[in-house]
């Protein structure tokens, strides 16, 4: 299979990612899936993300399906966040998510870090595509989830490499 038929996945251990490497699985794209403990207290999510991507290789046992856990130091480097995810001191809110609850999740940067480790990894292996799972309910209070967010970041990453792809 063509190189070019590679892609570079952010996966937690949530419905949305783990229907976002389905997806490309079923396209037939071998996959490079990268899961990041960037300091968050629900870190339970990557033993989710182990068990799906489990079942991923079993249901498309003739792709070639990689995972690997990325270490990032977001939560050490922002030790005064109001983030309730990374900040030890903040209540984890529960039940339905609200604006507001979802607010107190904001986590500054957190897609731009894994974006730029799984483009890092895709340039590696010349795949064609990185992907993570935002959906219309992330919009309203994540700023990395918005389609303005993603067309600035393709803008980056095509004038970072001069416009390669």
């Known amino acids: 299979m063509p190189k070019s ?9 949530g419905m949305d990612s783990c229907v976002l ?3 490309y699985a079923a396209a037939g794209f071998h996959l490079h899936l990268l899961s990041f403990n960037y300091g968050q207290k629900h870190v339970k999510e990557l033993n989710y993300a182990e068990r799906y991507i489990a079942d991923l290789r079993a249901r498309y046992n003739q792709l070639e399906i990689a995972h690997d856990t990325v270490d990032l130091p977001i939560a050490r480097l922002l030790s005064n966040s109001d ?3 990374i900040n030890p001191e903040r209540k984890m ?3 339905h998510y609200t604006d507001d609850s979802m607010k107190a999740t904001v986590v500054p940067y957190r897609n731009p ?4 480790q799984a483009a890092t990894v895709a340039w590696n ?5 990185v992907a993570y799972a935002a959906h219309q ?3 309203a209070q994540y700023p990395d989830c918005r389609k ?3 067309d600035a970041f393709n803008n980056l990453l095509a004038i970072s490499m001069e416009g390669r792809r």
């Open 5 to 13: 038929n590679r892609a570079v996945l952010i996966v937690s251990g």
């Open 83 to 85: 983030s309730a995810l």
């Open 137 to 139: 309910g992330d919009y």
């Open 125 to 129: 292996e010349h795949a064609s595509v």
């Open 148 to 150: 303005i967010f993603v």
């Open 21 to 23: 490497a389905h997806y």
């Open 113 to 116: 870090n894994m974006l730029l």
């Open 93 to 95: 809110p529960h039940g």
